[in-house]
């Protein structure tokens, strides 16, 4: 809900005067690992009291974590982040609860490499490598109160708690997170017609509360030998609600009520694990992973007008999905260089059952089934690939992956517009070419071109119906997974004590890329458009002001513009950007630990610009801000604990969307009126208390 997450790393000030301090690189210790990684040790954090993997992560300099991509499968790896020189076999943890859960006293140090250079298949450009060992019994906690000025609910129930240890050839880590949101804003909304006319004032107030306690377990097992095995397994809830109190007055003194419910309450688990172990002149790993999902969900609007029956529709389905994988991978090294043969089978399901309600006069709901959104979806789906990675000179290495997908993908029950499922296969080549370079002690560069297959929601397949905004998906079985070509080259410079920079280049060409598309003559739904087209440059950067004088002090600056390309699939004679994407995006956090004492204190600022969305009847623009700005002070060490106070968006960012919605389709339907929401989400205040066990 209102104000959003997003990677706070931040990019360039000062990166001239950083150009003239040669002489302050780190020096790279003299044994573990080689020359050409720079590595952190616990001391480099010592200032900052990290609690866990994830804060000493953070405060690397110039390195911004990115997550694994939502990939068919397991497939490649494709984050920038390991634990152990291994990623994990699971799809439900992301790498920042991971680390998360290992805590600070278990971290040996922190490599950076350039993922070309190791064994693992996919990784690219700069790596982060933790290295921990759990000798003992240890455990953190952390809550984390929130509390808003205008409209939310305060959030209470936000935190974590972990442990961790080992007994002999086992390792065992149990946690209990619940990563829950209290948002709301409220203020007006004006509607005009399509003259320009005003014809409606509203005054609306949104809530959405959200909870996702989740319970987890990773066991880690040493031997027999020199082989590994892990098991992860996790159970989550996640209820959660969306509101919409709207107080709607027409320009003739008439006055009504809307009410809008939007509810779910999923429950998911997973339970995944590997066992590598020796094998002929090489190591066999072999993978398994087994998750589900039980969603009901419901959306109900019901609209009172004085002195008259409440009228209201209800739109509700229950969907059971899962996705079950096993995965071999055999590597070994032959004429120099390390070559890994992997091999995937993937089965994924999902059953939808939707309903579609009218309120009688009684104030009950009276269902009718939805058939167009009952059914269900299967794909089962088989990968391979061999990959071949070398040095080619001192300071080059070449990664080649060479590999294919064969899919079936079946559509189940019986769709309103077919009397028989629907089946289809597909073969997709797909693979890569990475180069790293290390191009001087201080520089380094990376190139990987790239053919994938992109993931798809089984849900899109359906028809939906959205009663918050008066629109409708009428379904699509010709649905089928994007695929693109891709080029990114990364840049690596490091300016020693004084900080570092990266620069991301990213160009994409999309085929059959997913977006809204026409159904039939008056219908839209998620489909594919023939082709499209990404450009994207990422920067962060670090400054420590140390070396200037400035002790204690740091910057760090985040930059990403995206530019995006497709024809409009409802008026080809236009090219518009992708929907609802943040085209623009920057910020910088500025972060003073004060010597000689256990305080710290800082602020951030950032900007965001969202591009227009367009469907069939409708096009707008819907995002928060532009702009969110931040302070915080800290106490590293109350009675052990780390206490931290934030007060967030000081700059009034607002929620926002500005609508235009047709009587007839685009581009050549009337414009039957424009809408413009201008939501207070007010100032919001944190308290975060972090600890060990």
């Given at each position: 809900m209102p104000f959003p997450k997003k990677p706070t790393r931040p990019l360039l000030a000062l990166l001239l005067a950083c150009a003239s301090h040669p002489a302050l690189a780190e020096t790279a210790p003299e044994a573990g690992p080689p020359a050409s990684t720079t590595s952190f040790t616990p001391a480099d954090f010592a200032r900052f009291a990290p609690r866990n993997a994830r804060d000493m992560l953070e405060r690397v300099p110039g390195f911004a974590i990115r997550q694994e991509e939502d990939a068919r499968g397991l497939g490649q790896a494709s984050g920038n982040v390991l634990v152990n020189s291994q990623r994990l076999s699971s799809k439900s943890d992301d790498i920042l609860t991971q680390l998360s859960r290992i805590p600070a006293a278990s971290v040996e140090r922190i490599e950076l490499v350039d993922g070309a250079t190791l064994d693992i298949p996919g990784l690219t450009g700069q790596v982060a490598n933790v290295i921990a060992r759990t000798a003992s019994f240890s455990g953190q906690f952390r809550w984390s109160p929130e509390f808003r000025a205008h409209y939310a609910d305060p959030r209470v129930t936000n935190g974590e708690i972990s442990v961790s240890g080992r007994k002999d050839w086992l390792e065992y880590t149990l946690s209990l997170t619940n990563n829950s949101n209290r948002g709301a804003a409220g203020g007006p909304t004006r509607i005009t017609d399509g003259t320009g006319t005003l014809i409606q004032t509203r005054h609306d107030v949104v809530k959405a509360r959200r909870d996702d306690p989740k319970l987890a377990v990773r066991l880690a097992i040493d031997g027999p030998g020199s082989s590994t095995a892990n098991l992860n397994g996790s159970f989550q809830r996640i209820p959660r609600q969306f509101t919409e109190h709207s107080v709607r007055t027409n320009t003739d003194g008439n006055t009504s009520v809307r009410d809008l419910d939007d509810r779910a309450s999923a429950r998911k688990w997973e339970i995944g694990g590997d066992w590598e172990f020796p094998l002929g002149p090489g190591r066999l790993k072999l993978i398994g992973l087994n998750r589900q999902e039980h969603k009901p969900y419901s959306q109900s609007v019901i609209t009172t007008v004085p002195n008259t029956t409440p009228t209201g529709d209800r739109y509700a389905e229950t969907g059971d999905s899962s996705e079950r994988i096993a995965r071999a991978e055999y590597t070994w090294k032959l004429l120099g260089a390390d070559w890994q043969l992997a091999g995937e089978a993937a089965f994924n399901a999902l059953d939808n059952v939707a309903t579609l309600a009218t309120l009688d006069p009684d104030g009950q709901f009276i269902e009718t089934p939805f058939a167009e959104g009952t059914g269900g979806v299967r794909e089962s789906r088989y990968d391979t690939s061999l990959s071949f990675s070398?040095?080619?000179?001192?300071?080059?290495?070449?990664?080649?992956?060479?590999?294919?997908?064969?899919?079936?993908?079946?559509?189940?029950?019986?769709?309103?517009?077919?009397?028989?499922?629907?089946?289809?296969?597909?073969?997709?080549?797909?693979?890569?070419?990475?180069?790293?370079?290390?191009?001087?002690?201080?520089?380094?560069?990376?190139?990987?071109?790239?053919?994938?297959?992109?993931?798809?929601?089984?849900?899109?397949?359906?028809?939906r119906r959205f009663l918050d905004d008066g629109n409708a998906n009428s379904g699509n079985a010709d649905l089928v997974p994007q695929q693109d070509w891709s080029a990114e080259l990364e840049l690596n410079r490091n300016f020693g004590k004084l900080g570092s920079t990266k620069l991301r280049l990213v160009a994409r060409n999309v085929q059959d890329y997913v977006t809204v598309v026409p159904i039939g003559a008056f219908g839209e739904s998620v489909g594919n458009v023939s082709s499209a087209r990404e450009r994207a440059l990422i920067s962060t950067t670090t400054v420590q002001f140390d070396t200037l004088g400035?002790?204690?002090?740091?910057?760090?600056?985040?930059?990403?513009?995206?530019?995006?390309?497709?024809?409009?699939?409802?008026?080809?004679?236009?090219?518009?950007?992708?929907?609802?994407?943040?085209?623009?995006?920057?910020s910088i956090t500025f972060r003073q630990d004060f010597p000689g004492t256990d305080w710290a204190a800082g602020a951030d600022y950032e900007y965001n610009h969202a591009t227009q969305y367009h469907r069939r009847y409708e096009r707008g623009r819907d995002f928060e801000g532009p702009v969110f700005a931040g302070l915080f002070v800290e106490h590293k060490n109350v009675a052990g604990l780390t206490l931290r106070a934030e007060a967030r968006n000081l700059l009034n960012g607002r929620q926002r969307w500005d609508r235009?919605?047709?009587?007839?389709?685009?581009?050549?339907?009337?414009?039957?009126?424009?809408?413009?929401?201008?939501?207070?989400?007010?100032?919001?205040?944190?308290?975060?208390?972090?600890?060990?066990?």
């Open positions: 070398r040095p080619l000179a001192k300071n080059l290495t070449l990664q080649l992956i060479g590999g294919a997908e064969w899919s079936t993908l079946r559509q189940t029950g019986v769709p309103a517009a077919q009397s028989q499922p629907l089946s289809r296969s597909f073969f997709r080549p797909k693979g890569s070419l990475s180069l790293g370079w290390k191009a001087s002690p201080r520089l380094d560069v990376s190139l990987k071109i790239k053919r994938s297959v992109g993931q798809l929601s089984f849900y899109d397949f359906l028809a400035w002790k204690g002090a740091r910057a760090d600056l985040y930059v990403e513009l995206t530019d995006t390309r497709l024809k409009d699939p409802f008026d080809p004679s236009r090219t518009i950007p992708y929907g609802f994407l943040t085209d623009r995006y920057w235009e919605v047709y009587a007839a389709p685009r581009p050549t339907g009337p414009l039957a009126f424009t809408e413009h929401r201008n939501r207070l989400i007010g100032p919001i205040f944190s308290f975060t208390v972090k600890g060990n066990i």
